[in-house]
């Protein structure tokens, strides 16, 4: 059945629905961080979207599909974001700020499971997907397409950081989340870069190269900080060059993970 879901702000397609307030509602966490993302939401919609929005939400409702993302979320204990598509378009999934967060605050880990460079270089060679590797050492890997809801010490972390969407200038996205990698306990953190209030998408810069805000038209090319070592796998390299850049910059091919030689 097609109805209009408030957590995606979209007409979608589900089996079963659920309603936010009112009798048989949702679990009341799942009904209140499906309200903070559709308050957050609200000010992005227009024409079809923004007219069926309701006025009255205790009468909205949300698909099977987002219930079971937010309460993923909250059986992970993730108290700060949750995951949902995202506000990009052909992104996927993206995540969510559920509170106001402060400059340099804690958000979430990269979860993941914990690979060596041995294995890294195993999952090149047989090409296997490496847009969600986040280098932490120069031997160590975080795969943060498996085993992201579980916790086991030295084999995996649990997080959801790996679902943050990457900057791009064509995007017209802010940039507001940070990576903080700590190599000895071999672990990456997300940390908000500036005052994010709740409801908002988190968007984090993945490559080698950025470009600074404030000198952005007087000076196109900035250099920063290296995020990845500048030894790159020949073939990975011949995958960048083959990338199309929209924008013109690095900054447009994601850099999560590059095998050294």
């Known amino acids: 059945m097609l109805k209009f879901c408030v957590a995606e702000c979209c007409f979608v397609k589900s089996r079963r629905w659920y309603r936010v307030g009112g009798s048989g509602a949702l679990e009341p966490e799942v009904a209140r961080r ?3 993302v559709a ?8 024409g079809k979207a923004k007219a069926a929005f309701p006025e009255d939400l205790q009468q ?17 204990g993730e108290e700060k974001v949750v995951s949902l598509r995202s ?7 993206g995540l969510f700020a559920m509170v106001d967060l402060e400059p340099g605050e804690w958000i979430t880990n990269y979860g993941g499971e914990l690979m060596s460079k041995m294995r890294v270089a195993e999952a090149v060679a047989r090409r296997i ?14 795969n943060g397409l498996r085993n992201y809801r579980e916790t086991v010490p030295g084999v995996c972390w649990k997080g959801l950081a ?3 969407n990457r900057w791009c200038l064509s995007r017209q996205q802010e940039c507001n989340v940070l990576w903080k990698k700590n190599a000895a306990a071999l672990r990456c953190e997300a940390r908000a870069s500036k005052a994010i209030p709740a409801g908002t998408e988190l968007i984090a810069h993945y490559g ?22 500048t030894s ?6 011949q995958h960048l060059m083959a990338t199309p850049r929209t924008c013109r910059r690095v900054s447009c091919v994601s850099l999560r993970c590059v095998p050294p030689r």
């Open 232 to 237: 790159l796998d020949p073939r990975y390299r």
């Open 87 to 93: 506000n990009i378009k052909g992104a996927g999934y």
């Open 60 to 76: 909205a409702v949300i698909c099977e599909k987002c219930r079971e993302r937010i309460g993923e979320s909250v059986a992970m």
């Open 34 to 36: 499906a309200l903070v």
């Open 39 to 46: 308050h957050g939401r609200r000010a992005l919609l227009s």
């Open 162 to 164: 790996q679902f943050i």
């Open 129 to 142: 997907q490496t847009s969600h590797f986040m280098m932490v050492t120069r031997s160590h890997t975080i």
């Open 208 to 229: 080698v190269y950025q470009v600074a805000p404030a000198h952005s038209e007087k000076r196109p090319h900035v250099k920063l900080k290296r995020q990845v070592p």
